[in-house]
């Protein structure tokens, strides 16, 4: 499975930006797609999480209501609209696949990771 993130950018506090993720390669076995990210000095962090057959999706309190995760299952791209973004939204983002573990918070549980992209609020 490969990912390709885009759609990262700078925006002033109370902005809004959308972020893709492209997927490619054996897509079908890693069904559950995450968002995290990661600010320099602080450790990798879970965003949102989307079950690509379901589509139930889940967010971290950090950024429920502010953030929607989504999918074009044609297009095999996944997505995350983020509005009302803070200072303390400013990130690397990046999209990861898994098997849709019970755990899907933590890092280690996703297989597959795209490259990020920086997302800067001020």
């Known amino acids: 499975v490969q990912l390709v993130e885009s759609g990262g950018g700078s925006v002033q506090a109370g902005g809004s930006l959308r972020l893709s993720c492209g997927a490619s390669?054996?897509?079908?076995?890693?069904?559950?797609m995450g968002w995290f990210r990661q600010a320099p000095g602080k450790e990798r962090e879970w965003v949102a999480r989307?079950?690509?057959?379901?589509?139930?999706?889940y967010y971290a309190d950090a950024v429920k209501g502010r953030f929607t995760i989504s999918q074009d299952n044609a297009k095999n791209t996944l997505y995350q609209e983020m509005n009302s973004l803070k200072p303390e939204d400013t990130a690397t983002y990046y999209c990861?696949?898994?098997?849709?573990?019970?755990?899907?918070?933590?890092?280690?549980?996703?297989?597959?990771w795209g490259q990020g992209t920086q997302v800067t609020v001020s």
């Open positions: 990861a696949a898994s098997d849709c573990p019970s755990i899907f918070s933590v890092p280690s549980k996703y297989d597959y």
């Open positions: 390669g054996s897509t079908y076995s890693r069904p559950c």
């Open positions: 989307i079950a690509t057959g379901s589509g139930n999706t």
